[in-house]
């Protein structure tokens, strides 16, 4: 029965009560993974309390994390005037509505990826008066943890966008969640594109350095006969970009099981989650040896970029030949090859240990407080990112997201054209990738906000919020 109720279409009033109730199993996952960890090393932030409809949990989760308040209701976490900002990483169906209400209690948001569930919802949100106004002085950052850690920028710097011949990102999961899940209920706008689709778009986004021309091709795989078939549960596609190069993501959220699924199904991808890049030739004559040129092909593999901190690879393959100029006769082929590894910032004292969140959360904190900050998703990138998502889904003849949160919240937006409406619509649940051991395991999900206070006084503290 319970099945049955969270495929079918409900009213927004029942999907928000069926998904808190889903949620609640979900956080013991994601949450110490996300902020909770990442909160204990830095020294301006603390986690104060959690919010949930359920009492009884939101005190035994409070109790594990050594969480001190427990508040009722989100409502009432965002009334409390001692909270400076939230961390949202809820089912998409409730990612627009408290993130606006967050603003209109004059919270920041740390909001998980993707921030919300099409492109007019994103223009909604990130244009919204309520951030638009007073200079600027609420922060809703976009989570995409990924982009925070120094390996990913370290590899971006190895890459020279206007010459990519081909970059391909492959994110792919072995199948540890159930198959009516929440984030695989169109009405809670799921599907992997959503989820680790997300981040393969983002990689794209970042080696390309722009935004594509054309979505040229893409394809989704649906959820088994049984469960909701507006559902992706693998999707691959295609972008034209700017300087002629094409960009490919392969998603898959139940990779593995090929042979044998009955035995293998559980078993994790022997292959990491990788963005691997390839360059156009590069020609230049040689200096020492008249007629001949050097011919460098370059290939960049960032291998395991969902959880660098933990292991991960950058390497780099330049294939050389030396060539007549006139014949393109090969004289010699030769390849060199360095493997590279960047855990931790290249400055003194820098921690190796951070994860991609604490990275997220150290500038998050610092954008807050108005710091010079080395790495940002701004709103508009957040806009970018949705619009791509959307023309895949539309290009692959799904339908984008829906639109859940009460009617009263959507509203025009004149920013850059004034005859757009805004429609609206919801984000998605992030989730810790690592470690494996809490992957194994199927959890479900806990809806989940933080609360954080920043003291005026000395250096300050950032206090955290967890809202089960």
């Known amino acids: 029965m319970q099945h049955a109720l969270l495929s079918s279409r409900r009213s927004a009033t029942q999907n928000k009560i069926l998904v808190v109730k889903k949620a609640a199993e979900y956080m013991q996952v994601s949450g110490p993974i996300a902020i909770i960890n990442a909160a204990k090393t830095h020294p301006e932030v ?23 308040n427990v508040h009722t209701s989100y409502q009432a976490l965002l009334n409390d005037p001692t909270i400076d900002a939230i961390y949202n990483p809820l089912p998409n169906g409730l990612h627009y ?41 609420l922060v809703v950052l976009d989570a995409v943890h ?13 890459i020279d966008p206007t010459n990519i011949s081909e970059a391909t990102s492959c994110i792919w999961m072995p199948p540890i969640f159930a198959q009516d899940d929440i984030r695989f209920q169109y009405n809670l706008a799921g599907g992997c594109l959503m989820d680790l689709g997300s981040y393969a778009i983002q990689t794209l986004r970042q080696v390309f350095g722009c935004e594509p021309t054309e979505c040229i091709s893409a394809s989704a ?24 190069g094409i960009g490919r993501i392969h998603a898959d959220s139940f ?33 020492d040896m008249s007629g001949t040129e050097t011919a460098t092909t370059k290939t960049v ?19 050389h030949k030396l060539r007549s100029s006139a014949t393109g006769e090969v004289k010699k082929r030769w390849t060199d090859t360095r493997y590279l590894k960047q855990y931790a910032e290249d400055k003194v004292g820098a921690d190796d240990s951070w994860t991609t969140y604490r ?15 080395a790495v940002c998703v701004d709103g508009e990138d957040s806009i970018r990112q949705m619009e791509m998502i959307d023309g895949a889904y539309t290009k692959a003849a799904m339908k984008i997201g829906p639109s859940i949160a009460p009617e009263e919240m959507y509203q025009e937006i004149a920013y850059n054209d004034p005859t757009k409406w805004i429609e609206c619509l919801f984000s998605y649940i992030s989730w810790g990738l690592f470690p494996i051991r809490r992957l194994v395991r199927h959890v479900g999900s806990e809806s989940f906000l933080t609360k954080i206070r920043l003291r005026n006084s000395g250096r300050g503290i950032l206090r955290l919020h967890a809202g089960l």
């Open 46 to 68: 603390i986690i104060v309390a959690i919010a949930a409809r359920d009492p009884v949990r939101a005190h035994a989760y409070a109790k594990k994390h050594n969480i001190p």
């Open 97 to 137: 509505e408290w993130t606006i209400k967050a603003l209109q209690a004059g919270k920041h948001v740390l909001l998980e990826k993707p921030s919300v569930s099409n492109a007019a919802e994103a223009r909604a949100l990130f244009r919204n008066p309520l951030l638009l106004d007073n200079g600027g002085s």
């Open 146 to 158: 990924i982009r925070f850690h120094p390996a990913w920028q370290k590899f971006l710097t190895l």
């Open 221 to 244: 795989r649906l959820m088994p006969q049984g469960y909701d078939q507006d559902i992706d549960q693998a999707f691959t596609a295609s972008w034209k970009f700017p300087y002629g």
């Open 255 to 287: 990779y593995g099981g090929k042979y044998l699924p009955w035995l293998t199904r559980y078993i994790p991808p022997v292959r990491s989650p990788k963005v691997e890049v390839k360059h156009r030739e590069v020609v230049v004559p040689h200096p």
């Open 301 to 319: 593999v960032f291998w395991d970029v969902l959880a660098p901190s933990l292991w991960h690879r950058i390497d780099v393959d330049e294939d």
């Open 359 to 373: 990275h997220m959360l150290e500038q998050f904190v610092k954008k807050i407080r108005g710091r010079q900050i």
